[in-house]
Each structure stands twice: as structure tokens, then as C-alpha cells.
């Protein structure tokens, strides 16, 4: 079977190390599954998931001119289709919309939701609290349009 990116390959965990954990695929030839490729979930340690001879089912996400493979274990796991990812939360300007809009996202935190979702979710939130509270201080500090004395 040739090697080829998009294609689903079986092979042997030959090694691990921090970042990672190297796949004998056959045919002299083994790639590299990062530790995000690992699980959808976040992994601290690879060797709570992994172990030198385990069998996986890995995808070929690329394939470098150098010969190195990029591999992934998530990618390569069937999953039902989902639904369509959820549209970030509004920043509400009143007091008590936050407290309870923090509330629910609070308690909304969904198991099915990816790592990679999660995170975009907290970027754009993130950004639009800090975007407020810079407006918020430069305001209080004398910034554009304050009043100075």
C-alpha cells in the first residue's frame, strides 16, 4: 500500500517522546503523530495515552520533501457528523447580561466539542473583553478623546 497524504494507515507506536510519538508504518518508512494529533481531548502526557508496539490506525496529513510524514490519530477516528459549530457568544454591556452569560457558558461547556473549537471559542471571547476593557481604561486614563487637565 502506498503511502499518501489523506490516506488511513495502520502501523506500531516505535517510539515516543515529549512532543510526540513516532508510527512504524511498514515498507521502511514510520512518521510523526504531534501530541495535539494525538486526542481530540488535551493530553499532558503522552505516555498516560500511548505505548512503545501499540497498534493505531493513523492518517497521513503530509508528507515533506525531506521524506518526513506528519501523522494523526484523531484525524483518522470515524466520528458522527455534527452539528454546525456554535456562533461565538455576543459581549452584553450591561453588568448583569455578562454575570449571567458567563454563567451559562459556564455550565454549556460541551464533551462532544473539539479542543481546536474550544480554543476559538475562548480566542474570540478573549479578544472582545480585552477590546472592551482597553476602552474602558483609556477612557478612565485621559486616553483619545478624555478629558485632561
Request: hydrophobic fraction near 30%; charge should be positive.
Amino acid at each position: 500500500m502506498s503511502i499518501e497524504v489523506g490516506t488511513k494507515v495502520d502501523g506500531k507506536v516505535s517510539g515516543i517522546t515529549n512532543f510526540g510519538a513516532f508510527v512504524d508504518l511498514g515498507e521502511h518508512r514510520s512518521g510523526l503523530v504531534h501530541i495535539s494529533e494525538v486526542s481530540d481531548s488535551f493530553v499532558k502526557d503522552i505516555h498516560s495515552v500511548l505505548k512503545v508496539g501499540d497498534s493505531v490506525t493513523v492518517k497521513v496529513l503530509s508528507i515533506a520533501d525531506d521524506g518526513k510524514i506528519a501523522l494523526s490519530i484523531r484525524k483518522a477516528v470515524e466520528r458522527p457528523a455534527q452539528a454546525a459549530p456554535k456562533k461565538s457568544h455576543e459581549f452584553h454591556h450591561s453588568r448583569d447580561n455578562r454575570q449571567s452569560n458567563h454563567q451559562a457558558k459556564q455550565h454549556h461547556s460541551n464533551a462532544n466539542e473539539s479542543f481546536d473549537q474550544m480554543l476559538s471559542g475562548f480566542l474570540k471571547d478573549s479578544e472582545s473583553r480585552l477590546s472592551m476593557l482597553k476602552k474602558n481604561t483609556d477612557g478612565k486614563r485621559g486616553g483619545r478623546g478624555g478629558r485632561r487637565n
